[in-house]
């Protein structure tokens, strides 16, 4: 015995079919019928049906006659007759051909009076063509994790300019779909979506996404108007994060996402999805598109995200390089004089030695298996636990440099990271690298205690500093033209040159962190 009651799903609301009968196998010479496995019945032709009808009726002349108009009629979209109800033995309320379902009859509601005979056909019917539900899937950029920094720092960023690659933004000019590509909808710049899978052209599709504590319920309602080859379209919501609580992210810990996603009023089962928001200080570098694989995408520019040109202290430690009396200003590439470019770096290390800033590999994150990330402090954190990492020294030196209008770079090479600087401004000018690990080397009095040396105590520590310095630029040189050819290549996600200039044309602008509001 078999029992089918279920309703039909992928037709709409308001198309409610469901059967409840308690039948054997139907048997007819050497086939036997079985029930339906599918909640969906879908006749791609209704002559096929008529058919049906007549093999289950043989002698019934109007089985017969809608059979011949069925294959007169064919898919011209014309309503088959409604056979009468003294001849067939059943009522047939409606057989409605439906565009939505690429030109396919389908029935939307049956009352049986002999319900046997006519459930056994629509089995053999059942089998010829099976259109998929519409199903959706959660979808982040990086993964499970989310970073507060990557939200934070690129909230304005257009990554694609002048150009729309959503397809309910497209207007003439923009770049075409390409085969293979999953159309987009919403906003492309987002970082969660759904994807779509066996979702119809024309569809009338609402999505909703949320994080608890973190992003409100943010919504895109519109028409699907192109999918991929396979029925595939991903939408992306305009994501309503709470940027305060964001930057109050100290440590990582798990969150619930919320997907909801309604198509043709009909509302599909919510997806929950438990991910890991990660501290403000966790700066992405690379995404691995595949665990083992060797595609990757980028992340590297979100480091310039903590290079803080604006940040209040930057001032303080500007004017204590002043007071040291090795600059008497900081002009830049006004001079346009290397030497004088290399004198206020120095003028700058100089007092960051006399902070007593020294080198601590405080580096390591929860790892993940496709987001490779690195711990990294913002510039009042390592001024005030005088401890910086690799790339702490690298991203407090570029703050200054920058503040004072020397371009500064980010060397990115495998486990470690380095400062460089144009020479000049001109494209012609050298770029120098600069060892910042190596600015806690040298043992140096703070700068009110340097005040009060003799002028041969104030040259002894000065050439301490200076010895210091130049060993740091002979080995961020070296390294350099070590990796070169990696560096020109662009193509290994461990090694990279990253222009904060560059990264602020982009739109990555410094993540405005305090310590003492936090």
């Not at 969906?40 to 049906?52: E, N, Q």
């Not at 093999?55 to 108009?69: R, V």
């Not at 030109?103 to 459930?119: A, H």
């Not at 033209?481 to 461990?494: F, I, V």
């Amino acid at each position: 015995m078999g029992r089918v009651d279920r309703p039909l799903e992928g037709l709409g609301d308001d198309l409610p079919f469901t059967t409840a009968f308690d039948f054997p196998p139907f048997r007819r010479g050497s086939f036997c019928f079985s029930p339906p496995k599918s909640n969906l019945v879908i006749f791609d032709r209704i002559s096929w049906w008529c058919a049906t009808l007549r093999w289950c009726f043989p002698e019934n002349p109007c089985a017969a006659s809608l059979q011949n108009e069925a294959m007169e009629t064919g898919l011209s979209g014309k309503r088959a007759p409604r056979p009468p109800l003294s001849h067939v033995g059943f009522q047939l309320t409606e057989v409605k051909k439906s565009r939505e379902h690429l030109g396919l009859e389908f029935i939307r509601s049956i009352q049986f009076t002999n319900p046997m005979k006519i459930i056994s056909s629509f089995v053999l019917l059942s089998a010829t063509v099976l259109v998929a539900e519409t199903t959706f899937s959660p979808w982040s950029f990086t993964e499970k994790d989310l970073f507060p920094s990557a939200i934070i720092s690129t909230a304005t960023v257009d990554w694609n300019g002048d150009e729309e690659l959503a397809e309910n933004k497209k207007t003439e000019g923009d770049p075409e779909l390409e085969a293979e590509d999953i159309p987009i909808y919403g906003d492309e710049n987002g970082w969660l979506a759904v994807d779509l899978g066996g979702i119809s052209e024309g569809a009338k599709v609402e999505v909703e996404i949320s994080v608890d504590g973190y992003m409100k319920p943010s919504k895109w309602k519109g028409t699907i108007g192109k999918t991929s080859e396979d029925g595939e379209a991903r939408v992306f919501p305009k994501g309503l994060w709470d940027y305060p609580a964001l930057m109050k992210v100290r440590q990582q810990r798990p969150v619930n996402a919320t997907f909801k996603v309604k198509v043709n009023g009909k509302t599909l089962d919510e997806e929950t999805e438990i991910c890991t928001m990660r501290s403000i200080n966790d700066c992405a570098f690379y995404i691995l598109w595949e665990e083992d694989g060797e595609e990757f995408d980028d992340f590297s520019w979100l480091f310039a995200a903590y290079v803080n040109e604006n940040h209040p202290w930057v001032d303080g430690i500007l004017k204590e390089a002043l007071d040291s009396g090795l600059v008497s200003s900081f002009t830049g590439y006004q001079s346009e004089d290397p030497e004088e470019v290399i004198a206020q770096v120095f003028a700058v290390w100089n007092v960051l030695q006399r902070r007593g800033i020294k080198y601590s590999d405080v580096s390591t994150t929860t790892p993940s298996k496709f987001v490779f990330s690195q711990n990294v402090r913002f510039l009042d954190q390592t001024v005030k636990s005088t401890q910086a990492n690799c790339v702490d020294g690298s991203v407090l030196m570029a703050s200054v440099l920058r503040k004072i209008g020397i371009n500064p770079y980010l060397v990115m090479v495998p486990g470690h990271c380095f400062l460089a600087f144009d020479s000049g401004d001109g494209e012609d000018s050298e770029i120098i690298g600069l060892e910042t690990t190596m600015i806690g080397n040298a043992q140096l009095k703070p700068l009110k205690v340097f005040s009060g040396l003799s002028e041969k105590g104030k040259l002894r520590e000065l050439k301490i500093s200076y010895e210091s310095f130049i060993e740091a630029i002979d080995a961020g040189n070296g390294q350099i033209e070590e990796h070169s050819d990696e560096l020109d290549s662009e193509e290994y996600p461990d090694i990279q040159l990253i222009s904060i200039s560059d990264a602020r044309e982009l739109g990555i602008m410094p993540i405005a962190f305090d310590e003492i509001e936090q």
